[in-house]
């Protein structure tokens, strides 16, 4: 089973800066099928990635995803105030399929 | 409008089982599986299964084996998720959400699952 590890457990930043948040594989991901989501509390997590680099419908373009093999990245180009929330890789599309989530990284207001 | 709609609020005794329902709409219910995730108070998300909504076939987490079981009826676009034996360590929201060619493009708004002595 492959274990995905997430990279700072809590980042702390203002809005405008950049955020660069690592997800990290025990195991290579078969075809890039690593997705992100965002979940603010008391809310369902929202796709914001998949395939590794592709935004899902509605993403604002300040969103990137990439990556390959084991190591990937999410990158928020320039934090807005409603980005801050926990953020999740996932790893999909293993056989038998597995959809295993890594423990999450906070971005915080600093 | 596409959506996932989950059942209300359990309140279970230790033992018991639940049953949660995901009702879809807006789209073409056998065209994409649904799998369910968990989150604990506090705590992440943690993947419990999926379900093919055409052929019924399920695979579910091995932590969850012998304990879940996911049905779907195609006559009301429904899929189900029971969870038997609970724990107090149940306890959790569960969510249902649809996959294509993206894993999880949309979500039902969650199903708290209190599980109290």
């Known amino acids: 089973e492959i274990v995905l590890t997430q990279s700072p457990g809590t980042l702390s930043l203002s809005p405008g800066e950049r955020a660069t948040l690592s997800c990290r594989a025990s195991?290579?991901?078969?075809?890039?099928?690593l997705a992100w989501y965002q979940q603010k509390p008391g809310q369902a997590p929202r796709l914001l990635i998949y395939g590794a680099s592709s935004r899902a419908t509605g993403i604002p373009d300040r969103f990137s995803g990439s990556g390959s093999g084991t190591d990937f990245t999410l990158t928020i180009r320039r934090l807005e105030p409603e980005d801050f929330a926990v953020y999740y890789c996932?790893?999909?599309?293993?056989?038998?399929?597995?959809?295993?989530f890594g423990p999450g990284t906070k971005v915080d207001i600093k | 409008q596409v959506q996932l709609l989950q059942s209300g609020t359990e309140v279970r005794r230790p033992g018991a089982s639940v049953r949660v329902s995901c009702r879809a709409s807006g789209y073409t219910f056998t065209n994409y599986y649904i799998y369910w995730v968990r989150q604990a108070p506090g705590q992440g998300l943690e993947w419990v299964g999926i379900?093919?909504?055409?052929?019924?076939?399920?695979v579910y987490a091995e932590k969850f084996q012998g304990r879940v079981s996911m049905t779907r009826d195609t006559s009301t676009d429904t899929v189900y998720m029971q969870l038997r034996s609970l724990r107090s360590d149940d306890s959790a929201v569960y969510y249902c959400?649809?996959?294509?060619?993206?894993?999880?493009?949309?979500w039902g708004q969650g199903t708290a699952v209190i599980v109290s002595s």
């Open positions: 379900i093919s909504t055409s052929g019924g076939g399920t």
């Open positions: 959400a649809r996959v294509g060619d993206s894993p999880g493009d949309v």
């Open positions: 996932q790893q999909y599309g293993s056989s038998p399929p597995r959809f295993n």
């Open positions: 195991q290579t991901i078969t075809s890039n099928y």
